[in-house]
């Protein structure tokens, strides 16, 4: 496995090579086996480890490995412990997409504190096939086909993944080679998560049914897709913005513009892109507002395109103002409100109805024209539509009475 490492290494971070690396440690046998090699490599290792809170006693004896293997290295040992089901709740997130951004947030704070310019991750061959395979059945872009990419950065950090040409198989054989423990997580048997889906039943059953390479096949269409992903990342910046430009460049124009404004990995999908760029050589009607919640108000907005006046304050009850919207402060809570255009199949569950009902259909009830349905304001919280500004409100975020607590959203229309 060493040399699959080191030509890596070589090829992607040559400058790691006697630095102080981060090392994110779980205690399971990738990141086991990363900071063993990355201190057999000459690089002057430190490792972070995160307790999510998640699994009790076993999450306890990981930390407690981890604290062993790092006095056993000689390495300085940091853990950051995290109770990542409230904060999910919270935030309306899966567990395991709560459990990421804990994980990569604090790692990245660990790194900036400690003057560590590079964070190492046990992203290994394995991964980088399930992530391909998990986004092809998701339907995702040339971009989305590259899968895990070798170097990223977050909060001023690199974060390089040195395993990730290594297979699964390498890793463990090394480390019994060395005969050095790991930690094995519980979770990783259990067929709860998609990712542990992929990895114990449907990958395997391609293998058995379809192609006995298929991780090789997968891994391989990531690198072409990579490739072909750079250069045409740069025709889109060379590319004019014309409704004559290929449609191909202007997605990728729009998908380049969502994310230098901070729009979210997980909002950057398909639809949004399509409601995105230009259209007939003029501009889209189509915007996105994500509005930052991080405790107590409402504050720094994040505007895209087009410039929406937007007051949001706390009172108490509702209101019947055309241009304002009230949402329960208590259904809000702390999740972050998007404001958007609408877009086909929406549906939401509103106030006075039982069930739910397509965006669609409530304009077609209220005589909306369609020419003027993409500057209506549609209210998101948590991935569900909390109300049609002006017109709706979800039951499920509608105030309880005259004297509830509420945010009151009044809008230029």
């Not at 004896?61 to 904060?87: C, E, H, I, S, Y």
């Not at 997409?97 to 604090?106: L, Q, S, T």
């Not at 995702?140 to 909060?155: D, E, K, N, Q």
Request: with cysteine; hydrophobic share 45%.
């Amino acid at each position: 496995m060493i040399p699959t490492v080191q030509k890596t290494v070589a090829a992607r971070f040559p400058q790691i090579r006697g630095k102080r690396v981060l090392v994110a440690a779980s205690g399971g046998a990738d990141s086991t086996a990363l900071a063993l090699v990355l201190k057999e490599l000459g690089c002057s290792i430190v490792l972070a480890h995160v307790h999510h809170g998640i699994r009790g006693q076993a999450a306890d004896a990981d930390a407690r490995f981890v604290r062993a293997l790092a006095q056993k290295l000689g390495a300085p040992f940091f853990l950051g412990t995290f109770a990542v089901p409230a904060a999910a709740k919270k935030t309306g997130e899966s567990l395991e997409m709560a459990a990421r951004r804990v994980r990569r947030d604090f790692l990245a704070a660990t790194a900036q504190r400690e003057k560590i310019r590079f964070v190492a991750t046990g992203h290994t061959a394995d991964d980088q096939a399930e992530t391909v395979l998990m986004r092809i059945a998701r339907g995702t872009s040339i971009s989305g086909l590259a899968g895990i990419p070798y170097v990223s950065r977050h909060g001023g950090a690199a974060f390089v993944r040195p395993l990730r040409d290594a297979t699964r198989a390498q890793i463990v054989a090394f480390l019994k080679h060395r005969r050095q423990r790991w930690r094995e997580d519980a979770s990783n048997a259990d067929d709860f998560a998609r990712r542990n889906r992929v990895r114990h039943e449907i990958l395997p059953l391609l293998e058995r049914r379809l192609n006995p390479s298929v991780r090789q096949a997968l891994l391989r269409l990531a690198d072409i897709a990579a490739a072909e992903d750079e250069v045409m990342s740069a025709l889109a910046r060379e590319t004019a913005d014309s409704a004559q430009a290929p449609l191909a460049l202007r997605r990728r124009r729009a998908l380049g513009e969502l994310r230098a404004a901070g729009v979210p990995p997980e909002k950057q999908v398909f639809h949004t892109v399509e409601n995105f760029f230009p259209r007939c050589g003029k501009k889209s009607q189509s915007f996105y507002v994500a509005w930052k919640n991080p405790g107590k108000f409402l504050r720094s907005v994040e505007k895209i395109r087009a410039a929406i006046p937007l007051e949001i304050r706390r009172g108490r009850g509702f209101t019947r103002r055309a241009d304002e919207v009230c949402l329960s402060a208590a259904a809000v809570g702390t999740r972050d409100l998007i404001f958007r255009s609408w877009r086909a199949g929406d549906r939401m569950k509103p106030l006075g109805m039982a069930g739910s009902k397509k965006l669609s259909d409530i304009f077609t009830d209220l005589k909306v024209p369609r020419a003027e349905r993409a500057a209506r304001i549609v209210v998101e919280c948590g991935g569900e539509i909390a109300a049609l500004a002006g017109w709706r409100v979800n039951r499920d975020f509608a105030v309880a009475g005259p004297r509830a607590p509420s945010l009151r959203i009044r809008f230029s229309p």
